[in-house]
């Protein structure tokens, strides 16, 4: 499973200059961290209010890195 490709797409869909997403995958093991970059207008829209769509987004992840056995943490910048 791609995960630095299921993250790009929900970003973006989300934000209003998809062309400046950029999701840097590292992988160590079963433990695979992934950062979100987005345009500097568009950081808020990803964050969403009281963090709930940066939430979603993670809670996502994690759901798609457990049917393959592996631990996904996503960050945002």
């Known amino acids: 499973m791609n995960f630095k490709e299921i993250l790009t797409n929900i970003a973006r869909a989300i934000v209003d200059n998809p062309d400046a997403v950029v999701v840097e995958e590292t ?16 950081t808020g829209m990803v964050i969403g209010r009281h963090g709930r769509i940066a939430k979603a ?21």
């Not at 809670?59 to 910048?77: P, S």
């Open 27 to 42: 992988i160590d093991g079963d433990d695979i961290e992934l950062v979100l970059t987005v345009a500097e207008g568009d």
């Open 57 to 77: 987004i993670r809670q996502i992840m994690k759901a798609a890195a457990n049917t393959c056995g592996k631990h996904v943490t996503v960050e945002i910048r």
